[in-house]
């Protein structure tokens, strides 16, 4: 989820909410935040480098290529490829303007890495 200001947002969702932070860290030039407001997933992630207002919804996939490949064959637009600690990504641009995404895991070792981590 975009943050204009993550820490504040953590606080609100971890002091008020009620939810467990996971991790909290500042690197290249922005913040992100994992909280968890259940035992089961999903978990939110606040970002302060995304535009915009709207979640972008993020799926695991077993293969990036092949399904990048078998969402362009059913009309989607594969959009901007993007990195995360967990490995690569693609934006998908929906005709109906919602904002997905899809990600390979392959680093699985970045969950435990991240876990705990607090730089703010």
Known sequence: MPSGDVAADVRHFTEVLGGQL???IEAF????AMVKLTEAAPAVLLAGHLEGERPILVFRVA???RA???VEA???EAGERFGIPHGPGCMLDAPGGQRLAIYELTRPAAAERLAG???F
């Open 68 to 70: 990048v490949a078998a």
């Open 63 to 65: 293969h990036l290529e």
């Open 22 to 24: 996971v991790f909290a």
């Open 74 to 76: 059913h009309g989607f």
């Open 29 to 32: 030039g922005t913040r992100v």
């Open 117 to 119: 981590r607090r730089d």
